[in-house]
């Protein structure tokens, strides 16, 4: 069994550390100034994207989540290495991290880079781009929050889009890409697809 699932079983337990991570990282450098400016990557795989944006947005406020504990570790090496002080990490799940994290604080942008497709049509519930999450994002979020997405997979591609068309948070739109650079990711699975919304 995974150290984090055997350690972290109980519900409550991951509810603690989810607000710990906030309590002691993230709200005490929160200010006027860049209290809406924080960035959130779910699944950041070994953070190579999060770790180059966080460089380039040293005013912004980044965390990266991943459900891998050597995915974490590896991004965590990579913020240190590059002495990444607005970058933090935790292994998380996204609903629970999103649903966990102070209500008084929200996120900006929302990067979803390359989620596992669940390509079986039994296994589509377990999708994390369906409605309910992009209900619960809007309430997490604010009015000129945005949702980068993307994936290899195209039937996910049409899913998503189908998704966010039909929902009342969110709407399609062409925002420019905040920041092209390679990732471990990316780099297996060149051929991919993007797209970007908006709250309705």
């Known amino acids: 069994m ?17 607000k710990e991570f906030f309590s002691k990282q993230i709200t005490p450098l929160v200010n ?10 779910i699944g950041c795989g070994h953070g190579h994207w999060i770790n180059e944006y966080a460089q380039q947005n040293k005013t912004k406020i980044c965390i990266g989540i991943d459900l891998i504990s050597k995915r974490i570790a590896k991004a965590t090496l990579k913020k240190e290495n590059a002495k990444n002080t607005n970058l933090f990490f935790l292994k998380a799940e996204a609903c629970e991290f999103i649903n966990y994290k102070p209500k008084e604080l929200v996120f900006n942008n929302v990067f979803v880079f390359f989620p596992d497709p669940w390509p079986k049509k039994k296994h589509h519930k377990r999708r994390l781009i369906q409605d309910s999450f992009l209900k619960l994002l809007k309430l997490h979020t604010h009015s000129k ?5 993307r994936t290899d ?6 899913w998503t889009k189908t998704q966010i068309h039909n929902s009342d948070s969110w709407e399609l739109s062409n925002h420019d890409w905040p920041l092209e650079h390679s990732s471990y990711f990316q780099e297996l699975l060149p051929n991919f697809s993007s797209l970007s919304a908006n709250l309705l």
């Not at 929050?145 to 997405?149: A, G, I, P, V």
């Open 2 to 18: 995974d150290y984090f699932l055997k350690t972290f079983s109980l519900q409550k337990e991951r509810e603690g550390r989810v």
């Open 32 to 41: 006027a100034a860049n209290k809406h400016a924080i960035d959130l990557e």
């Open 145 to 149: 929050s945005r949702l980068f997405f």
């Open 153 to 158: 997979h195209d039937e996910y591609f049409e």
